[in-house]
């Protein structure tokens, strides 16, 4: 790096996503010369820090970008439809969590270890996408193995955890939990239903297909950001009780036979992912070790023994830190290392 620093700005940066984001700017010493905190009126005075210092947080307006050469969006789809591209034609770069532009054919939806070159795009119109969480990590565990053998089709399953929804979904499961373990009522605000001690199989909004909206953009995503349209994906996405860390199950099938020892080897050499593969020991992927962890750990690798070409695994990893706020500052990394 050439010792330049960067404007930033974080949009939506008192919400769980953006909050991770302004940590991971600062662990990973990102090079910020000035950093503007915005999020609603609501949160406007608040005092955030960033590297030890006091920052008073703003109104997120069209005016907010001027100077700004990377500003990072997460206060949902349709701040991000009002002002991303104002923040673009201002001049910055803005890498957005939200699904407002992840299926535009002109706008980039990147996973860096997976398509980076796709980053060039954000010529276009000023804005690279950052893909939905449960996609990311399965992208970073499969994209190897499609590599290897072409996977034809996938059939996941998730189990994703309630800080997917943000900071008030986290105090839901908490005071639930508690309300029912002293025998109180509980309060519904966010979820449709209880999620203490339950299993919803609802994220985001049901399609007129039947499936939600969470299911249908594991298979858009998937097969933009691995730039196969061929891809066959089916998923079913389930809300669990669980702070941190999306899991998944994942089974492929794949065009030439590879072994579950094949799958280990080529993993454990991939970027981003950690092989946790030793059932003798009672060794797997868990939510909770994921929880402030950067790696997709992938485990409970074995034969699909159901069909000819088959391989099931357990896919881990912090849906707001590689899911959201990670993979999003990745690509900042990137764009100012080879762009700007
Ligand atoms: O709009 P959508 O698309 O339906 O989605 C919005 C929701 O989805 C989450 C996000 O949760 C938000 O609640 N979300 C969106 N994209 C996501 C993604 N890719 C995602 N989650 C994961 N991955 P969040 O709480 O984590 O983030 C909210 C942030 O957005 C800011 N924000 C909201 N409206 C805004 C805005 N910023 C600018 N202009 C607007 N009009 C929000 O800032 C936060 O930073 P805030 O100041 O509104 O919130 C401060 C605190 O207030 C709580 N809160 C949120 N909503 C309300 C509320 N309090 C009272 N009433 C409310 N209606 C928040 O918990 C926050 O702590
Ligand atoms: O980024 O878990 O499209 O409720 C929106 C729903 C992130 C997860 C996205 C959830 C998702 C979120």
């Known amino acids: 790096m050439s010792g330049k620093s960067y404007a930033v700005a974080v949009a939506g940066a008192t919400g769980a996503v953006g909050l991770e984001m302004i940590?991971?700017?600062?662990?990973?010493?990102?090079?910020?010369?000035?950093?503007?905190l915005l999020a609603s009126e609501r949160s406007v005075g608040k005092e955030l820090r960033f590297n030890g210092k006091p920052v008073k947080v703003e109104k997120l307006t069209k005016d907010s970008f001027k100077g700004v050469q990377v500003a990072l969006f997460s206060a949902g789809a349709s701040r991000s439809l009002e002002f991303?591209?104002?923040?673009?034609?201002?001049?910055?770069?803005?890498?957005d969590n939200s699904s407002a532009f992840r299926m535009d054919p002109e706008i980039p939806l990147v996973v860096p270890e997976v398509n980076p070159h796709a980053i060039?795009?954000?010529?276009?119109?000023?804005?690279?996408?950052?893909p939905n969480c449960s996609t990311i990590?399965?992208?970073?565990?499969?994209?190897?193995?499609?590599?290897?053998?072409?996977?034809?089709?996938?059939?996941?399953?998730?189990?994703?955890?309630?800080?997917?929804?943000?900071l008030k979904a986290i105090d839901e499961l908490l005071l639930q939990t508690r309300a029912l373990l002293n025998s109180q009522e509980i309060q519904k605000k966010v979820y449709p239903h209880q999620?203490?001690?339950?299993?919803?199989?609802?994220?985001?909004?049901?399609?007129?297909?039947g499936y939600t909206?969470?299911?249908?953009?594991?298979?858009?995503?998937?097969?933009?950001?691995m730039e196969d349209p061929t891809i066959r994906v089916t998923a079913t996405t389930v809300r669990v009780p669980?702070?941190?860390?999306?899991?998944?199950?994942?089974?492929?099938?794949?065009?030439?036979?590879?072994?579950?020892?094949?799958?280990?080897?080529?993993?454990?050499?991939?970027?981003g992912v950690k092989v946790v593969d030793n059932p003798a020991l009672n060794?797997?992927?868990?939510?909770?070790?994921?929880a402030g962890r950067d790696e997709t750990f992938v485990g409970r690798i074995r034969e699909d023994e159901s069909i000819p070409n088959g391989i099931n695994m357990w896919v881990v990893s912090d849906n707001v830190r590689k899911g959201a706020a990670l993979n999003a500052v990745q690509i900042a990394e990137i764009l100012i290392e080879k762009y700007i």
Do not use: W
């Open 213 to 225: 909206k969470e299911e249908m953009k594991m298979v858009n995503e998937t097969r933009k950001i």
């Open 23 to 36: 940590k991971t700017l600062e662990q990973r010493k990102f090079p910020v010369g000035s950093v503007k």
């Open 283 to 290: 060794e797997y992927p868990l939510a909770i070790h994921a």
């Open 84 to 95: 991303a591209p104002a923040a673009a034609a201002s001049g910055a770069v803005v890498v």
């Open 242 to 271: 669980v702070v941190h860390s999306h899991s998944e199950s994942v089974n492929i099938e794949t065009e030439k036979k590879i072994t579950p020892q094949e799958v280990r080897e080529i993993l454990s050499k991939a970027p």
């Open 137 to 166: 990590q399965m992208v970073v565990a499969l994209k190897p193995i499609h590599d290897a053998v072409r996977i034809k089709r996938i059939v996941v399953s998730t189990y994703q955890a309630v800080s997917g929804t943000g």
């Open 195 to 209: 999620i203490a001690f339950n299993c919803l199989p609802h994220i985001d909004v049901f399609l007129d297909n």
């Open 120 to 130: 060039a795009q954000y010529k276009k119109r000023g804005i690279i996408a950052n």
